[in-house]
């Protein structure tokens, strides 16, 4: 996406802003002053010539002028804005709120790292009745029967992991898991682009809802999802053809989807985030064919709260109705834990929290996702939005 925003909009101001959705979940004054520490060491991040010869290998679609910015790129820690807020005058604990502003072509760098070190210093010093004991064992279990079911799957987990460790435990096991069972399934690699070269596996990257976030934002909601398809296939035609549906409703993408059946031929697949994931294939089973397309040949990958049986029994769907099946997999690979004091019978919860595109120029950028408490943005815009597309309020 970085690479897609220096292309088409570099230099517009943007904004990023978190949200933590559990209400009853708080952080301590230790936890904020930890993270607020933490933030100044991201400029000492830099890209290596060993990491940028390794990314012209593996990734034929990052370009020599993208490469050359991404060799120069510095995070600048004076554009996040972290506040605590505690949950009465004094107290100890409270909320924390957070922004980074800056070019969107930096700020887009912010969120995972930042959702990633707080999810860490969070468990280490608010919640720490849990252990990383069996984690490699049940990281293994996992593996090899999403392999065994032939499932093709990727390990999505930097954002909410519970530690860095436990992360580079996980992919380790899941790789080995492959190894162990040939001609299975497929671990078709991690979002973690770092641990894609420490481990010998793809690099996998997604459209976020950022990207259509932003480009509604300045350029009208409309067909702000074709737009946002068109863009980002004039930066990979060969490539990273697989269309997110949710940003506005999966009911309004698939509005403009079917307004060009030879597009929706090209590009491989769609990616479904939120909603009933069940309803989804046959969903979409439907518009493919109403512009007379195979499904046989179009993927459908899965990347919403999945567990084990959920992903399971969504292969089994696929399976029936024709599409190949993929998975992202993240939290429930790299944030699955049972609390110490429950004897293992209870979770320990992961933080549900996310960091999205508030502002692009100074315009608010909303998302209406298929599932209602995943909503964010400005509420006049999202209500004005609505309208437009015929969605209930």
Not at 67 to 75: E, G, P
Not at 118 to 131: A, G, M, Q, Y
Not at 233 to 259: G, I
Not at 370 to 384: C, L
Request: aromatic fraction near 12%; charge should be negative; proline fraction near 4%.
């Amino acid at each position: 996406m970085q690479q897609a925003v220096l292309r088409h909009f570099p230099g517009r101001q943007s904004t990023y802003r978190f949200t933590h959705r559990d209400k009853d979940v708080y952080f301590t004054r230790t936890c904020y002053e930890q993270f607020l520490a933490s933030i100044p060491h991201f400029a000492s991040l830099a890209l290596t010539p060993a990491e940028r010869a390794w990314l012209e290998e593996t990734c034929p679609y990052f370009t020599s002028d993208y490469l050359d910015y991404l060799a120069t790129y510095r995070f600048k820690p004076e554009q996040v804005h972290v506040e605590f807020v505690p949950r009465t005058p004094g107290a100890d604990v409270g909320r924390i709120e957070m922004e980074a502003v800056g070019p969107w072509e930096e700020a887009i760098f912010w969120e995972v790292p930042l959702m990633a070190t707080l999810s860490e210093i969070f468990f280490t010093t608010v919640d720490k009745d849990w252990s990383d004991d069996d984690q490699a064992e049940i990281a293994y279990a996992k593996g090899k029967a999403l392999l065994e079911a032939g499932c093709a799957f990727s390990e999505f987990g930097t954002r909410r992991r519970r530690s860095y460790h436990i992360q580079d435990l996980v992919v380790d096991t899941l790789l080995r898991a492959e190894r162990d069972l040939p001609g299975k399934g497929k671990v078709s690699g991690t979002s973690n682009v770092h641990l894609a070269q420490k481990h010998g596996t793809t690099p996998v990257g997604t459209i976020a809802h950022e990207w259509f976030m932003g480009i509604a934002a300045m350029k009208g909601y409309e067909h702000a999802n074709s737009l946002a398809l068109d863009y980002w296939e004039n930066v990979y035609p060969n490539s990273l053809l697989l269309a997110l549906t949710d940003t506005f409703s999966t009911k309004a993408f698939f509005q403009d989807f079917k307004a060009d059946p030879e597009r929706a031929q090209r590009w491989r697949g769609l990616r479904q985030d939120s909603g009933d994931p069940f309803a989804f294939a046959p969903q979409a089973k439907a518009v493919y064919e109403s512009m007379g397309i195979d499904i046989r040949d179009k993927t459908v990958i899965y990347s919403d709260s999945l567990d084990l049986e959920k992903a399971l029994a969504l292969k089994k769907q696929c399976g029936e109705i024709g599409f190949v099946a993929a998975f992202g997999i993240g939290t429930f690979l790299t944030n699955d834990y049972k609390s110490l004091s429950s004897g293992g019978r209870e979770k320990s919860k992961a933080l549900n929290m996310v960091i999205k595109l508030a502002s692009v120029d100074n315009k608010p950028c909303i998302k209406i996702s298929d599932d209602i408490m995943k909503n964010t943005g400005d509420i006049d815009t999202v209500v004005r939005v609505k309208d437009i597309f015929g969605l209930p309020k």
